[in-house]
């Protein structure tokens, strides 16, 4: 736990301004992202805390799926069905503002602005699908 990062303190629900979404896994919180790219757009983060993806090695595997199953099933809850239509990756640094690990889930990808489309891109330099 690091008292400094700010998603730490969201995942332990230290901070009252955001609220955490229902997660079938103890070890991971989500959250909607305050400046969404997407009409749906959440974080998924473990509630201990992790570096960047930088940090990720192969034993990681099982939580990133992890993760990603979890923004699965948070769209699902949010009645968005059509999982050919996300988009889901990290930032990588020094394209990151939080050094903390964290999925961005967005959906529909194909309601993605153009500004959106730039900063979430596909396996681009910045951000890893």
Not at 54 to 66: D, F, S, W
């Given at each position: 736990y690091d008292g400094k990062c700010v998603f730490c303190r969201i995942a332990r629900r230290e901070e009252p301004g955001t609220a955490?979404?229902?997660?079938?896994d103890e070890d991971l919180a989500c959250f909607r992202d305050i400046k969404p790219g997407?009409?749906?757009?959440?974080?998924?983060?473990?509630?201990k805390h992790m570096g960047n993806c930088?940090?990720?090695?192969?034993?990681?595997?099982?939580?990133?799926?992890?993760m990603m199953e979890v923004g699965k099933a948070v769209?699902?809850?949010?009645?968005?069905?059509?999982?050919?239509?996300?988009?889901?990756?990290?930032?990588?640094?020094?394209?990151?503002?939080i050094a903390h690990l964290h999925l961005h889930v967005l959906a529909?990808?194909?309601?993605?602005?153009?500004?959106?489309?730039l900063?979430?891109?596909?396996n681009s330099y910045w951000f890893i699908t």
């Open positions: 955490l979404l229902p997660c079938e997407a009409p749906h757009h959440y974080l998924v983060v473990p509630v930088k940090t990720l090695k192969t034993e990681h595997i099982p939580l990133v799926k992890r769209l699902q809850k949010n009645n968005f069905n059509d999982l050919n239509d996300v988009r889901m990756g990290f930032h990588w640094p020094p394209f990151c503002s529909p990808a194909s309601q993605m602005g153009f500004l959106s489309r900063y979430y891109r596909i």
